[in-house]
């Protein structure tokens, strides 16, 4: 599978961002774009419609299976650390990476994200190169997995 986009038949990596600010989601876009990795990006903007999407749930019932969830903690209503404690209890979900992009500070989140096998924890970037540095991170993360999981 090429993430890079210079196979035209390579099948796009599918991502679930699950992120309530509008210019996270954006520059988060931007990024992914920027550095051309082949992807779908759907959004889900709170903890409750990212789990409707995980659980195929209406308005979600086509869903396709993300390969990588970016994960923002601090959403309204069921907040991401909830989402995170549900996908690991989920086994039909605890196999799917994910990335934690939070700003919290807060050592317990941290802890608490590496005690439920969160793949990586990444504050989040205050400018674009950051992110892009991000990005790059991720595409690195999810080649190592494909290799590892094609080598089984």
């Not at 090429?2 to 600010?21: K, N, W």
């Not at 990476?97 to 439920?116: G, Q």
């Amino acid at each position: 599978m090429s993430l890079t986009g210079d196979d035209d038949r390579a099948v796009p990596i599918e991502i679930l961002l699950v992120e309530d600010d509008p210019g996270d989601v954006l520059i988060t876009r931007e990024a992914f774009a920027d550095h051309k990795v082949r992807n779908r990006i759907t959004v889900c903007t709170d903890g409750t419609d990212a789990l409707r999407f995980l659980h195929r749930r209406p308005p979600y019932a086509d869903a396709v299976r993300p390969d990588i969830i970016l994960l923002d903690l601090n959403l309204p209503g069921i907040d991401g650390r909830d989402v995170l404690e549900a996908i690991h209890a989920d086994p039909s979900l605890n196999r799917i990476p994910v990335v934690i992009l939070t700003s919290s500070n807060a050592e317990e989140d941290f802890l608490r994200s590496i005690e439920l096998r969160v793949d990586t924890y990444i504050r989040k970037p205050v400018d674009f190169a950051s992110l892009v540095h991000v990005v790059r991170r991720i595409e690195a993360f999810y080649i190592s997995v494909e290799r590892t999981v094609t080598s089984m």
